[in-house]
Each structure stands twice: as structure tokens, then as C-alpha cells.
């Protein structure tokens, strides 16, 4: 699993929030125990509360999570990597993981999940992304992107997150739920966003400096106003352990 914790204050500032549709999906959510994972810095976790859910958060970073806890104050946050979790069995009702699923080791996830989760339980995972193919700014900004960062490609935005939980025989999945919503980002806080993106943070650094004042002059040329707006996707599947 990949930490985010050298990127923690642009993953803070530039993330933004997952639409009100991903957890009216996964209500009753009131007293529920949830195991929040791949956290970071609360974003999730944050909504979750919103909704009265007892909520565990847990990453592999301790500086992510710290900024979790900066917002959240008294939260109880656990270092952990989802595919081995220091958690009892059938302790939670659901376990969910924002944009963190893929991350974890594929060989043991799946079983992992189903262990920690009641009879009945719930695993969700999400994923969000921009969606804008065709207009020619976000074509350009997808051709820099893989232009500079080696093996990413857009069609990555195309997994199907609940196939293995279905093969794994473990879990009944729902199809996939799609909420379609627009995001209006300034565009510094754009350039956050970027900055913490696995496939940026990576770059050598006047690599990573030289893609950032592309996709800035490309932005301030297709919105000089200073704010994008782009059309988003959030993916969501739904596995009830059987």
C-alpha cells in the first residue's frame, strides 16, 4: 500500500469530497461501526460522522491521519494496511475504503474484509474522477499527464472495483452505483490535488515541477477566471458478506 504522508498538507488542501450520494447508498449508517480504510486525511471519515456512524479510520500514514485528527479532534485513528488489519473478527458492520481499495495486496484483502465483517456486514469501495473527455483542455491535461508520468494511462479510471469481491464467492455485489456531480476547484487548488496524486508525488522533482507549470498554463489559459469546472464520476459498488 502506497502512504501519502510525504504529500500530507497538498492531500488536505486539494482532495475534495465525496458526493452525498455515495452515503445515502450505504445507509442506515446511525450506530453502525464502521472500519474506514486507506483514510487519510478524514475526508471520508468526516461524512461518515456527519451520519452518526462510529467510525474507525486507519491508513498507513501516520501524517495523513495526523491531519485527520487536526480536523476531527479525540479521533481514534489506527495505523494499519487494510490487507492485514489488527482488528477482531466480526467486529464491524461495514468496512469501506474511498479511493484506497486498489491499493492493498490483492491476495489478501478480500479475505481480510470478510473477516472483520458481522454476518451481513457491508464492504464498499468508491472511486471518483474527472470526467470531461472531449473537451479539449481535459484531453490535453490527460496528454501531459502521460506524456511525463511513466505506465499512467486514463483508462485506469475504468476499473470495475466490486469483480473480485464477486469471484471471491465471500460477497453478494451490488451494480455498480454512479453519482454524477460537477466540481468547481479554484485552480491552486487544482494544482494541490495534482501534487498529491500517487503518479505525481513520484516524479523526480524538476520532472514533477516542469508537468505542474504545464498543467497550470494550461488551465489559466482554459480558465482564465481562475475557477475549473469539470464534470466528476463516483463509482460505487456494494459487497453484503454472505
Not at 452525498?20 to 471520508?44: K, Q, S
Not at 495526523?66 to 476531527?72: C, D, F, G, S, V
Not at 473478527?89 to 465483517?117: G, I, M, Y
Not at 516524479?203 to 482564465?224: I, K, M, N
Request: aromatic share 10%; hydrophobic share 40%; glycine share 8%.
Amino acid at each position: 500500500m502506497v502512504s501519502f504522508d510525504r504529500v500530507a498538507d497538498e492531500y488536505a488542501a486539494g482532495r475534495p469530497t465525496h458526493p452525498d450520494e455515495v452515503f445515502d447508498a450505504l445507509e442506515p449508517l446511525a450506530g453502525r461501526v464502521v472500519l474506514d480504510g486507506g483514510a487519510g486525511t478524514g475526508i471520508a471519515t468526516r461524512a461518515l460522522l456527519d451520519r452518526n456512524a462510529s467510525v474507525v479510520p486507519f491508513d498507513i500514514g501516520s501524517s495523513v491521519l495526523r491531519k485527520a485528527i487536526e480536523r476531527t479532534p479525540g479521533l481514534m485513528a489506527v495505523v494499519a494496511d487494510g490487507a492485514q488489519l489488527p482488528f477482531r473478527d466480526e467486529c464491524a458492520d461495514l468496512v469501506c475504503f474511498a479511493q484506497s481499495w486498489h491499493w492493498l495486496d490483492p491476495t489478501s484483502r478480500v479475505h481480510e474484509a470478510a473477516r472483520v465483517l458481522r454476518e451481513g456486514g457491508r464492504w464498499a469501495g468508491w472511486w471518483s474522477h474527472a470526467r470531461a473527455d472531449g473537451d479539449q483542455w481535459f484531453d490535453a491535461y490527460w496528454d501531459l499527464i502521460e506524456r511525463v508520468c511513466p505506465g499512467v494511462v486514463r483508462s485506469r479510471r475504468d476499473l470495475d472495483g466490486g469483480s473480485e469481491l464477486t469471484v471471491s464467492g465471500l460477497f453478494d455485489v451490488s451494480e455498480r452505483l454512479t453519482s454524477r456531480w460537477i466540481r468547481h476547484v479554484e485552480i491552486e487548488t487544482w494544482l494541490l490535488d495534482d501534487r498529491s496524486r500517487s503518479f505525481v508525488m513520484g516524479l523526480p522533482t524538476d520532472r514533477r515541477e516542469a508537468l505542474l507549470r504545464g498543467v497550470r498554463a494550461l488551465l489559466t489559459e482554459s480558465f482564465p477566471e481562475g475557477t475549473v469546472v469539470v464534470p466528476y464520476e463516483t463509482w460505487l459498488w456494494i459487497g453484503t458478506k454472505r
